[in-house]
């Protein structure tokens, strides 16, 4: 094997042992085989075109198109589209399956389904890492710089992933195949120089040192880079663990690892002012909670700590009041009755908190109904929350670690039951709607101008919301100073720049100077769904949003925080459709898979609805793709990949037919043969042959005409002396053909490099000698219409004497 096609396969291997750091990111690693098969494709059609040899430019080209006809083949109906026929198979579905993916990698979290977008993005992912490493290292010959996308590929990779145990594994690997690359190409290098240079081996004399044969030993270049190799590796993994300044280093461990001490570890977010700014800026965004849920609207299953009451002119604050026994069965919702009480339905959420999460305050969904925990816990009436009692001298009870149930009531107020709410009770609007006499004017004037117009108490807290949401130019921004107080609010009206805390505070605020009674939750938004259909809630999520008060209704979550990832409720918004769009579909039943689409009283049907949906009858079922059969048949898929490669391949036929000439005619080993090649490739930028020249004249005249400088020059004069030598020297002499093909191509690049940009890429892509094709063809043409002339001029001749026998 050659040292170029070594090095071919060394940068595919790295390529591959790199990919391995994306495995942790899905749940299924069969991916990597088809990205395996697709990869040693690639990497052979970058061989096979570079040994024609084609130019680098029409190399890689020739690599991305056969890679992307590969990907189209094996996503082949896999996507979505509603265009038809091969043109939206092609481009359309093909495009619907990649956003599909994109997606997909934002609803799941880590590890994520192996979904066909996903594995298209994977799988397409590490082809153009393995292109990019393979035009550096290979078609350029700069091993070192191909390892640039291998970082890259590495660290997309580590990022998402966020380390782990197995981090220095995927590491290692990488590491590996790299230098695996360039010990390859630093042999290949050292190896065009002739015998490889090496340190003298044993038991020979000074004579014969330095020099070896190949074979035997490795060289002495080749064992110090192994060496260096494996000290550079063993520095990167032993470093980071040797010096606890540098944390995780470039291997990350695993957050839970770091997690394991004591309170140091720990999150409290009693403190919504401190530790909620803290969580949204956490570089280690760690899972707090998990939760199953039978909720068919996921999207909407906020976790509430507490509840802030009191806005004193200095913060908001949850007011004191009395706890008592949490009771089996929750008081119904204050100001919840009539239509959207009857309408309601209970859900079941089982959560689980982690370890390190230290919170007095029970994260529930709103409103509960019911809680099931173990340990000592207060039920505060008014909030309905849960607070831990106190077990000792400066210790309380908290989640920590705790596994819980919570039913709750899922709630589906329209805007016109808003629109319509009553009056508030007077003992509520009085305690909800106080201000301090410190709150600036301009609070109160902001909201009597956004809200101008408004004749009900629905439509001024929409037009708030749409203020901070949407019209009004604000920017979420989670380093801005936190700050709550009267003079902040207006502040942060000035600014129009902050995060969820500052938008709840000043939306509440200005909603008690419109006599609306409001407050702020703090809590966690839904997070993010798991493949087993399990929820994540992390640091993240932290989220803070008012609660407005509608009789009726209750306390009711409006969402003015312009942040990604909120969902703003269907009955706040400006025009409320008669579809909830924005609630996702319910999450798929855990339950046993049913044999068939009608229901029979199986086994499975023993099992209530809601204990199916939240994981409790059995394993989960695993995540299906319904097959999608519009798409067009293999058959025409490849009609349409030949047509297409026709297309951008018959434009290329000149010049692949002019490269495999010259490399067979300066193959041969002969003079005249050379010669002939010279003033073809003289031919293609414009010098015209003239056959009645004598090689001399000849090459003057291609120096002339062609503008060669003197290094060009030269050569073309020792073709043409040996093709002298070659006509006239005496029988049996013998003609030397070393050295002549090396000066035709040197002719040839001063012959190109001569003309313009047009020119050159004229005597590429349309060569001028390709005439002599149309001439071989009509020479042929002519001689089979002379054969068949004679034939039947033979014929005719034959028939007259036959007619007279």
Same mark, same amino acid.
């Given at each position: 094997?050659?040292?170029?096609?070594?090095?071919?396969?060394?940068?595919?291997?790295?390529?591959?042992?790199?990919?391995?750091?994306?495995?942790?990111?899905?749940?299924?690693?069969?991916?990597?085989?088809?990205?395996?098969?697709?990869?040693?494709?690639?990497?052979?059609?970058?061989?096979?075109?570079?040994?024609?040899?084609?130019?680098?430019?029409?190399?890689?080209?020739?690599?991305?198109?056969?890679?992307?006809?590969?990907?189209?083949?094996?996503?082949?109906?896999?996507?979505?589209?509603?265009?038809?026929?091969?043109?939206?198979?092609?481009?359309?579905?093909?495009?619907?399956?990649?956003?599909?993916?994109?997606?997909?990698?934002?609803?799941?979290?880590?590890?994520?389904?192996?979904?066909?977008?996903?594995?298209?993005?994977?799988?397409?992912?590490?082809?153009?890492?393995?292109?990019?490493?393979?035009?550096?290292?290979?078609? +350029?010959? *700069?091993?070192?710089? =191909?390892?640039?996308?291998?970082? #890259? !590929?590495?660290?997309?990779?580590? %990022? /998402?992933? &966020? $380390?782990?145990?197995?981090?220095?594994?995927?590491?290692?690997?990488?590491?590996?195949?790299?230098?695996?690359?360039?010990?390859?190409?630093?042999?290949?290098?050292?190896?065009?120089?002739?015998?490889?240079?090496?340190?003298?081996?044993?038991?020979?004399?000074?004579?014969?040192?330095?020099?070896?044969?190949?074979?035997?030993?490795?060289?002495?270049?080749?064992?110090?880079?192994?060496?260096?190799? +494996?000290? *550079?590796?063993?520095? =990167?993994?032993?470093?980071?663990? #040797? !010096?606890?300044?540098?944390?995780? %280093? /470039?291997? &990350? $461990?695993?957050?839970?690892?770091?997690?394991?001490?004591?309170?140091?570890?720990?999150?409290?977010?009693?403190?919504?002012?401190?530790?909620?700014?803290?969580?949204?800026?956490?570089?280690?965004?760690?899972?707090?909670?998990?939760?199953?849920?039978?909720?068919?609207?996921?999207?909407?299953?906020?976790?509430?700590?507490?509840?802030?009451?009191?806005?004193?002119?200095?913060?908001?604050?949850?007011?004191?009041?009395?706890?008592?026994?949490?009771?089996?069965?929750?008081?119904?919702?204050?100001?919840?009755?009539?239509?959207?009480?009857?309408?309601?339905?209970?859900?079941?959420?089982?959560?689980?908190?982690?370890?390190?999460?230290?919170?007095?305050?029970?994260?529930?969904?709103?409103?509960?109904?019911?809680?099931?925990?173990?340990?000592?816990?207060?039920?505060?009436?008014?909030?309905?929350?849960?607070?831990?009692?106190?077990?000792?001298?400066?210790?309380?009870?908290?989640?920590?670690?705790?596994?819980?149930?919570?039913?709750?009531?899922?709630?589906?107020?329209?805007?016109?039951?808003?629109?319509?709410?009553?009056?508030?009770?007077?003992?509520?609007?009085?305690?909800?709607?106080?201000?301090?006499?410190?709150?600036?004017?301009?609070?109160?004037?902001?909201?009597?101008?956004?809200?101008?117009?408004?004749?009900?108490?629905?439509?001024?807290?929409?037009?708030?919301?749409?203020?901070?949401?949407?019209?009004?130019?604000?920017?979420?921004?989670?380093?801005?100073?936190?700050?709550?107080?009267?003079?902040?609010?207006?502040?942060?009206?000035?600014?129009?720049?902050?995060?969820?805390?500052?938008?709840?505070?000043?939306?509440?605020?200005?909603?008690?100077?419109?006599?609306?009674?409001?407050?702020?939750?703090?809590?966690?938004?839904?997070?993010?769904?798991?493949?087993?259909?399990?929820?994540?809630?992390?640091?993240?999520?932290?989220?803070?949003?008012?609660?407005?008060?509608?009789?009726?209704?209750?306390?009711?979550?409006?969402?003015?925080?312009?942040?990604?990832?909120?969902?703003?409720?269907?009955?706040?918004?400006?025009?409320?459709?008669?579809?909830?769009?924005?609630?996702?579909?319910?999450?798929?039943?855990?339950?046993?898979?049913?044999?068939?689409?009608?229901?029979?009283?199986?086994?499975?049907?023993?099992?209530?609805?809601?204990?199916?949906?939240?994981?409790?009858?059995?394993?989960?079922?695993?995540?299906?793709?319904?097959?999608?059969?519009?798409?067009?048949?293999?058959?025409?898929?490849?009609?349409?990949?030949?047509?297409?490669?026709?297309?951008?391949?018959?434009?290329?036929?000149?010049?692949?037919?002019?490269?495999?000439?010259?490399?067979?005619?300066?193959?041969?080993?002969?003079?005249?043969?050379?010669?002939?090649?010279?003033?073809?490739?003289?031919?293609?930028?414009?010098?015209?042959?003239?056959?009645?020249?004598?090689?001399?004249?000849?090459?003057?005249?291609?120096?002339?005409?062609?503008?060669?400088?003197?290094?060009?020059?030269?050569?073309?004069?020792?073709?043409?002396?040996?093709?002298?030598?070659?006509?006239?020297?005496?029988?049996?002499?013998?003609?030397?053909?070393?050295?002549?093909?090396?000066?035709?191509?040197?002719?040839?690049?001063?012959?190109?490099?001569?003309?313009?940009?047009?020119?050159?890429?004229?005597?590429?892509?349309?060569?001028?000698?390709?005439?002599?094709?149309?001439?071989?063809?009509?020479?042929?043409?002519?001689?089979?219409?002379?054969?068949?002339?004679?034939?039947?001029?033979?014929?005719?001749?034959?028939?007259?004497?036959?007619?007279?026998?």
């Amino acid at each position: 094997m050659s040292g170029r096609a070594k090095l071919t396969v060394f940068a595919a291997l790295a390529t591959l042992l790199t990919s391995w750091s994306l495995s942790p990111l899905v749940d299924s690693t069969a991916w990597l085989l088809h990205a395996a098969v697709l990869l040693i494709v690639q990497s052979a059609v970058g061989a096979g075109c570079r040994r024609v040899p084609l130019a680098r430019s029409l190399t890689v080209a020739a690599q991305l198109l056969v890679s992307l006809l590969l990907l189209v083949f094996l996503f082949a109906g896999k996507g979505e589209s509603d265009g038809d026929g091969p043109l939206a198979y092609l481009v359309t579905d093909f495009g619907a399956l990649f956003g599909q993916g994109v997606k997909d990698v934002g609803e799941f979290a880590i590890p994520a389904p192996l979904t066909d977008g996903i594995r298209l993005l994977l799988v397409s992912g590490v082809l153009l890492i393995g292109l990019l490493v393979d035009t550096l290292a290979v078609t +350029a010959r *700069t091993a070192a710089a =191909a390892g640039l996308p291998l970082l #890259a !590929l590495y660290s997309v990779a580590a %990022g /998402l992933s &966020g $380390g782990g145990k197995a981090s220095w594994v995927s590491f290692l690997l990488a590491g590996c195949g790299y230098l695996m690359m360039l010990l390859a190409e630093g042999r290949d290098r050292l190896a065009q120089w002739g015998r490889v240079f090496g340190a003298a081996p044993r038991g020979r004399g000074a004579a014969d040192s330095g020099l070896s044969s190949g074979g035997g030993q490795a060289t002495a270049p080749v064992r110090f880079g192994r060496r260096i190799g +494996a000290i *550079t590796l063993g520095l =990167a993994l032993a470093v980071p663990m #040797a !010096l606890p300044a540098l944390g995780g %280093g /470039l291997l &990350g $461990g695993n957050q839970e690892d770091a997690e394991s001490g004591a309170a140091g570890g720990t999150i409290s977010a009693v403190n919504p002012l401190v530790s909620l700014q803290s969580n949204l800026n956490a570089q280690d965004n760690r899972v707090v909670l998990k939760y199953r849920t039978d909720n068919p609207q996921q999207s909407e299953q906020y976790l509430r700590i507490v509840a802030l009451d009191e806005f004193n002119g200095v913060k908001w604050e949850a007011s004191g009041r009395a706890l008592v026994d949490v009771p089996k069965r929750m008081p119904e919702p204050p100001g919840l009755g009539g239509p959207v009480r009857s309408s309601a339905s209970e859900v079941r959420t089982n959560i689980t908190a982690a370890d390190t999460f230290t919170q007095r305050y029970l994260p529930m969904p709103y409103p509960a109904t019911s809680v099931e925990i173990g340990g000592k816990w207060r039920f505060e009436p008014v909030g309905r929350t849960l607070v831990g009692d106190q077990l000792g001298r400066d210790r309380f009870q908290n989640v920590q670690g705790s596994a819980y149930t919570v039913r709750s009531l899922l709630l589906n107020p329209t805007a016109q039951q808003l629109q319509s709410a009553p009056a508030p009770d007077p003992q509520i609007r009085d305690e909800y709607t106080k201000v301090p006499d410190s709150l600036p004017q301009v609070v109160a004037e902001t909201a009597r101008r956004v809200t101008q117009g408004s004749k009900d108490d629905y439509t001024r807290a929409v037009k708030l919301q749409d203020f901070f949401a949407v019209s009004g130019g604000f920017r979420y921004n989670t380093r801005t100073a936190s700050g709550t107080g009267a003079q902040a609010v207006a502040r942060f009206l000035e600014d129009k720049e902050g995060f969820c805390v500052h938008f709840a505070f000043s939306m509440a605020a200005m909603s008690r100077t419109l006599g609306i009674p409001a407050r702020v939750a703090v809590g966690f938004t839904p997070g993010e769904k798991q493949s087993d259909g399990s929820v994540n809630v992390s640091m993240r999520d932290a989220h803070a949003w008012p609660e407005l008060y509608f009789e009726g209704v209750g306390w009711t979550r409006f969402e003015p925080t312009p942040r990604s990832g909120i969902n703003v409720p269907d009955y706040s918004r400006a025009q409320t459709p008669t579809a909830q769009p924005s609630a996702p579909a319910p999450l798929p039943s855990q339950g046993a898979a049913q044999p068939s689409a009608a229901p029979s009283s199986s086994t499975a049907d023993a099992c209530p609805p809601a204990m199916k949906k939240l994981g409790e009858c059995g394993a989960a079922a695993p995540t299906q793709n319904t097959p999608h059969d519009d798409g067009p048949s293999v058959t025409a898929v490849l009609g349409w990949a030949a047509a297409v490669v026709a297309v951008l391949g018959v434009p290329l036929l000149p010049l692949l037919w002019r490269t495999r000439l010259r490399a067979r005619r300066l193959g041969t080993g002969e003079v005249l043969t050379a010669w002939r090649e010279l003033g073809d490739t003289a031919w293609d930028v414009g010098v015209v042959p003239d056959e009645a020249l004598s090689p001399r004249r000849a090459a003057s005249r291609v120096v002339d005409l062609g503008g060669l400088e003197l290094d060009a020059t030269e050569a073309v004069h020792r073709v043409a002396g040996a093709v002298e030598r070659a006509l006239y020297a005496p029988p049996g002499a013998e003609v030397s053909y070393a050295g002549l093909a090396d000066d035709v191509l040197l002719a040839r690049a001063g012959l190109l490099a001569a003309v313009g940009r047009p020119a050159r890429l004229r005597a590429l892509l349309l060569p001028r000698s390709a005439a002599r094709l149309s001439w071989a063809a009509a020479a042929r043409w002519s001689a089979l219409a002379s054969k068949v002339s004679a034939r039947l001029t033979t014929l005719r001749l034959r028939l007259p004497l036959r007619n007279r026998g």
